[in-house]
């Protein structure tokens, strides 16, 4: 229900009450928002060390951009990059290309923009037409993809997928031509965190670009997978830049990265897949920054807060706290299916557990999406677009606020709602 423009609520007002009316009149209103730790569906990392706290709050006036003012800061930054670029095998790490962004989604942006800009240069290079660039991606990509295509005039092949378990290999080669400017793949997708067939994809696309004299490459979205994927037991195909039309990968130091919302990564394979066309070069500030971003000001403390929880973890920590989740998973899995009224839709591989119901006449799923609700627990009920006559899927996220005990009391609620509601 949305508020009605009261004049008290809706216009700048005249007088300040101070900061602390200020703080408590926001901080009671914010109580009705749900409680974080018990929303089962985000991704997004909820709570950190104090330390971390700490150094985030006292870094918190910093503007990262202003390169001359906070060097240092620069400095940090660069090294995760470098730090990054080694762990998805890079083959020139040492000398890295990447960039810190808000997230995700402009890096993304900013992957397929040098993409675009690669495949443009190239067609211009043997004076064929630069107007019809296109992009092919699954049906289960994140809802910037579209974005992209929009904002920046790229049409969208989008293949859907037939069922939960399939992935449209085939259909995407055959949208494939010479006005590609990069095929879209996902390590670790929203709806059901599968991974895409990435591995088998490369060896098909170096089969095309050869056949036909094309320069398509990949581009992986490892928001959810890019800070797992490393450091779990479980052996998996590779996705990253051991392959070798691998040219950007982005990954979400908000989500498995441990930091809180917002920053994300960008790692390109090499410079060369960094238009330098792109790189600008402003005067704004003290002296001239070379800048690669959509946003100009952004606050340092999220990147150091990055800084932080590597430096923190080190691979051996990253490796038992993701493998900690793993394990939690696996269990919410268990009794989900040792229940028998639930079916797993997700392939086990992340800390991401995506269900369904298996009769889904015994119980309606909007009931007992309420009957959780009552019990303050925020479970994410959706479909997968594209994907006909299919069920509701549901989803948790297994992370830093579900704890062993936290993931039976979750799983306890669910089963008594489900039978409750199959009795009554």
């Not at 259909?171 to 095929?183: G, M, R, S, Y």
């Not at 979205?221 to 195909?237: N, S």
């Not at 690669?292 to 952004?298: D, G, Q, R, T, W």
Request: net charge positive.
């Amino acid at each position: 229900m949305k508020e009605k423009p009261t004049s008290k609520l809706y216009q700048f007002p005249k007088k300040g009450e101070g900061a602390f009316h200020a703080y408590q009149k926001i901080s009671s209103e914010l109580a009705l928002d749900g409680n974080v730790h018990l929303d089962l569906g985000s991704f997004s990392t909820t709570s950190m060390d104090p330390f971390a706290d700490k150094l985030i709050t006292e870094q918190l006036g910093k503007n990262f951009i202003d390169y001359n003012e906070y060097g240092q800061s620069k400095k940090i930054h660069d090294r995760i990059v470098r730090m990054l670029s080694g762990l998805l095998y890079a083959p020139e790490a040492i000398h890295p290309t990447g960039t810190s962004t808000l997230g995700s989604s402009e890096a993304i942006h900013l992957a397929l923009l040098s993409h675009k800009w690669n495949w443009k240069k190239r067609r211009e290079s043997f004076g064929l037409s630069t107007s019809k660039p296109n992009i092919v991606y699954s049906g289960n990509a994140h809802v910037c993809w579209d974005k992209f295509a929009l904002y920046f005039d790229v049409e969208p092949r989008k293949i859907p997928q037939s069922s939960l378990d399939s992935y449209p290999i085939e259909e995407i080669l055959k949208n494939i031509d010479q006005n590609t400017i990069c095929v879209g793949t996902i390590a670790g997708n929203t709806y059901t965190g599968s991974i895409d067939h990435i591995e088998k994809l490369n060896d098909e696309i170096a089969r095309l670009n050869k056949k036909h004299n094309w320069n398509v490459g990949i581009h992986v979205d490892a928001a959810i997978g890019g800070f797992v994927l490393p450091f779990i037991k479980k052996e998996v195909r590779p996705w990253d830049f051991r392959l070798p039309l691998v040219r950007s990968i982005n990954l979400s130091g908000h989500k498995y990265g441990l930091v809180y919302p917002g920053i994300g990564w960008l790692i390109f394979r090499d410079n060369s897949v960094l238009p330098k066309e792109l790189i600008f070069s402003s005067h704004y500030l003290e002296k001239p920054i070379e800048t690669y971003a959509l946003n100009f000001s952004k606050g340092a403390s999220m990147i150091l807060a990055q800084y932080f929880s590597i430096l923190q973890q080190g691979q051996e920590g990253y490796k038992k706290t993701i493998r900690g989740y793993c394990k939690i998973a696996d269990t919410i899995r268990k009794r989900l299916q040792q229940s028998g009224y639930f079916e797993i839709i997700d392939e086990g591989i992340l800390p991401v557990v995506v269900f369904k119901l298996k009769d889904k006449k015994e119980v309606d799923t909007t009931s007992l999406l309420l009957s959780l609700r009552s019990k303050n627990w925020m479970l994410p009920a959706y479909f997968i677009p594209g994907i006909p006559e299919q069920e509701t899927l549901m989803r948790v996220v297994v992370k830093e606020n579900i704890s062993l005990s936290f993931a039976q009391l979750f799983c306890d609620d669910l089963i008594c709602s489900y039978e409750t509601l199959k009795k009554d």
